[in-house]
């Protein structure tokens, strides 16, 4: 399995911070399940931050069911990713996942405000949508950074029928 990073221009030498969060790859049919706030029309793959006493596995399954409301079974973990942004470092375990079924997302008040609604999306559209991650350099760097994650992710779930580079 591969480990990637990204380091982003204001990365300090060293990281104090660190925080782990898991990914779920949900694709059905030639569309990625995303989750989107719909005020700002920002786009994540489902995902979010690892508690205590919790696996990497049970965090991806609980992140997407919040978000989206799916049941996932996590295949197979095919990235870990880490990011340098300040004296952090965020790593990102990546799964593909499968849907075992579908109830009601569990969103956070934050969450909530943002507009987080579960949308499926050619798998080629997020490509293109996350490929922009430069679009945002001047307005937003955590957006620019959080894009520039996900097309990284994409293109490693990619990389045996479409390259990225």
């Known amino acids: 399995m591969p480990t990637l990073e990204i ?3 204001n990365s300090h ?3 104090t911070k660190t ?6 790859i949900v694709v059905r049919d030639g569309m990625l399940l ?3 706030e719909t005020v700002t029309d920002w786009w994540l793959i489902p995902g979010g931050g690892l508690e205590a006493d919790e ?19 996590p295949v197979t973990q095919f990235l870990t990713l880490h990011e340098y942004y300040e004296e952090w470092r965020y790593t ?4 593909i996942c499968e849907v075992q ?5 569990s969103l956070t008040e934050q969450e909530q405000n943002r507009g987080l609604v579960p949308e499926w999306i050619k798998l080629d559209d997020a490509l293109a949508t996350f490929a922009r991650h430069q679009d945002y350099a001047s307005t937003s760097e955590e957006k620019r950074g959080s894009y520039l994650r996900e097309y990284t992710a994409l293109c490693a779930y990619t ?5 990225c580079n």
């Open 7 to 9: 380091i982003g221009s």
């Open 13 to 15: 030498p060293n990281f």
């Open 19 to 24: 925080r782990i969060a898991c990914r779920g």
């Open 34 to 36: 995303l989750s989107r």
């Open 55 to 73: 696996t990497a596995e049970e965090c991806c399954i609980r992140e997407v069911r919040e978000e989206t409301g799916y049941t996932v079974r």
């Open 92 to 95: 990102s375990h990546y799964f």
């Open 101 to 105: 079924g579908k109830g009601e997302p």
């Open 159 to 163: 990389k045996h029928r479409n390259p």
